[in-house]
């Protein structure tokens, strides 16, 4: 396989590991100034499983639509214009999309500051192949629980947002650790409706506890806040 001074000599072909299901084909998105990196590195992660998009600039990458598939980006940080750790200052609201960061010229105050802002890995060109494809792979993963985790919240929103307004208000002193007694002089009602409303809610949002109902109204966060 032929290599440039962006990689160092082909390490033996990657195992199952690095590959993936096609129906689910994971995303690594280069960004880097040098053309012949992104060729290299564009048939580097072709061979290891996964599909690759590469871009000139940082402004390219900007324009590019969301995906909402497992991704990351392997990113040059000395890029003319905007540079490689503005673009991760940028990224910041993207958890879902880590970033690796690939340089020629690395120091140690850049490393740092890159990896404190959430950079998987910081890798000084040449580096090996098993290197970066190994930190492709763990940010993939990463990617992939930061998609399901956002998924979860969406659908209990979605929960949420199916409760009458009753309901909510129910939830929401439920989850502060009121009786149903204190529930009901607090919303008026009866104790045999507050009952009621709250079995709805349980089944509503799937909470199988209080405990879980607790946590749920935790992971909501301020979307509950309005309720009370």
Do not use: Y
Request: charged share 25%; aromatic share 4%; hydrophobic share 45%.
């Amino acid at each position: 396989m032929k290599t440039n001074a962006a990689i160092g000599a082909p390490a033996r072909r990657p195992s199952s590991p690095f590959s993936t299901a096609p129906t689910a084909k994971p995303l690594v998105f280069i960004v880097d100034d040098d053309v012949s990196v992104r060729e290299s590195l564009e048939l580097l992660i072709a061979k290891a499983g996964w599909r690759a998009e590469a871009f000139a600039s940082a402004e390219e990458f900007l324009v590019r639509s969301r995906e909402s598939v497992p991704s990351c980006l392997v990113l040059d940080v000395g890029l003319p214009d905007l540079n490689g750790l503005e673009l991760q200052r940028r990224m910041s609201s993207r958890p879902e999309l880590p970033i690796i960061f690939i340089t020629g010229r690395g120091d140690i105050p850049m490393t740092v500051q890159a990896m404190r802002a959430g950079a998987v890995e910081f890798l000084t060109k040449p580096f090996s192949t098993e290197a970066l494809l190994s930190a492709i792979h763990g940010a993939i993963e990463r990617s992939r629980a930061s998609l399901a985790q956002e998924a979860g919240l969406r659908k209990l929103r979605d929960r949420h947002e199916a409760l009458t307004a009753r309901e909510r208000q129910v939830m929401a002193t439920v989850v502060r650790g009121h009786l149903n007694k204190q529930i009901a002089f607090e919303l008026g009602l009866s104790e045999i409706t507050v009952k009621v409303h709250r079995g709805r809610v349980m089944k509503k949002m799937g909470a199988t506890s209080l405990a879980d109902l607790v946590n749920m109204s935790a992971r909501l966060g301020d979307t509950t806040a309005g309720t009370r």
